[in-house]
């Protein structure tokens, strides 16, 4: 990267879902400020995220959100050469939030833009740790939305070999944190009552273990099979299945990754995305990996759960070559694969 690059600062942009995000970061990958607002309160009374609340929010949220990063980055928007903003996959009408305010800011300041794909930013997440993970590697994305595991040959070419055939794993976690009464999001509330339990207890099976993808609907099937032959009769029995069900999440996950490492004969494992926040898993993955003699790698916490700054991040590669988007021509899209 040229002394030039490594000057140009970066105005990241998140609305993918229902954080609203913005960072500031240069392209040596240096984070100046970081700034979300969560939504999590609002939503956690429906039990999961309401799409036109969310985007409602992030139009409420997005200008001083924006200006905040900008204030905690002791920089001025003068000093910011290209705006990140994410433009797949997501909620529309979330989506959308972020695209035009990007637009409507590049086009007023004369600024670059570029569209940046959220899995790509959780990825490219491990490039704020100075940078110590380089390809080829295999990266897991695991959160509320996804579940997909890449061959990651070079930054920027991405094979997808895995993903699950139904839920995400940050899905199974909220629908068995409702099933045991327990809060949202789920992922959290299960490993925090997990600790009291007694995760040997309850032999959840592993779901399709010798295929590349996986099924979490089928192992919150367990769970609810489970429950109607066993009523839950104390807090105890509540914890005892929130440990044994996290566990079956990390086996299962783990057993992806030496699947995947056997398949590509890449032994350096990414693990990104909302679940990774997960101290118990972290464990789960390091513990496991020196048996099948894999190098995991994590994110540091703050830039595994939605955040501006892995869009931002995600974008230095676009940089590098040269390639930006046209501010009349860059849209939203909901579905658009890595």
């Known amino acids: 990267m040229s002394n030039i690059l490594s000057r140009m600062y970066i105005l990241g942009i998140e609305t993918s879902c229902d954080e609203t995000g913005a960072a500031v970061i240069d392209t040596s990958f240096n984070v100046y400020s970081n700034v979300v607002a969560s939504q999590t309160e609002i939503h956690s009374k429906y039990g999961g995220i309401v799409p036109e609340i969310a985007s409602r929010n992030h139009i409420i949220k997005i200008y001083s959100v924006v200006e905040e990063a900008i204030s905690k980055s002791g920089l001025s928007f003068e000093d910011i050469e290209v705006i990140a903003v994410t433009r797949s996959p997501g909620l529309m009408g979330s989506l959308l939030v972020g695209v035009t305010f990007a637009n409507g800011l590049a086009y007023a300041s004369k600024k670059k ?53 139904d839920d995400a794993a940050g899905e199974a976690f909220d629908k068995v944190s409702r099933l045991l009464g327990f809060g949202y999001p789920g992922g959290p509330e299960i490993e925090r009552y997990a600790k009291y339990g007694n995760e040997d207890l309850i032999k959840f099976p592993s779901v399709m273990p010798d295929r590349i993808d996986v099924s979490f609907s089928g192992l919150k099937t367990f769970v609810i099979d489970y429950l109607k032959k066993n009523p839950i009769n104390s807090e105890q029995d509540k914890f005892d299945i929130a440990a044994s069900f996290q566990l079956a999440v990390a086996r299962t996950l783990f057993e992806r990754a030496v699947l995947a490492s056997n398949i590509t004969g890449i032994k350096k494992i990414l693990f990104s995305g909302g679940v990774a926040f997960n101290s118990y898993i972290r464990d789960y993955f390091l513990a496991h990996s020196v048996d099948h003699d894999l190098e995991i790698f994590f994110p540091e916490k703050r830039f595994c759960t939605d955040n501006a700054a892995m869009i931002a991040a995600a974008s230095v590669r676009r940089i590098e070559e040269g390639s930006f988007d046209d501010v009349f021509s860059l849209t939203a899209s909901p579905s658009s694969e890595l």
């Not at 899995?119 to 295999?138: N, T, Y």
């Not at 070079?154 to 895995?162: D, L, P, S």
Request: no cysteine.
């Open 113 to 165: 833009v570029i569209g940046v794909n959220h899995l790509e930013g959780h990825l490219a997440a491990i490039r704020l740790s100075s940078d110590v993970l380089k390809p080829p590697f295999v990266g897991m994305v695991v959160s509320g939305g996804h579940t997909n595991i890449y061959e990651v040959k070079k930054w920027g070419e991405y094979t997808q070999i895995g993903t699950t055939l």
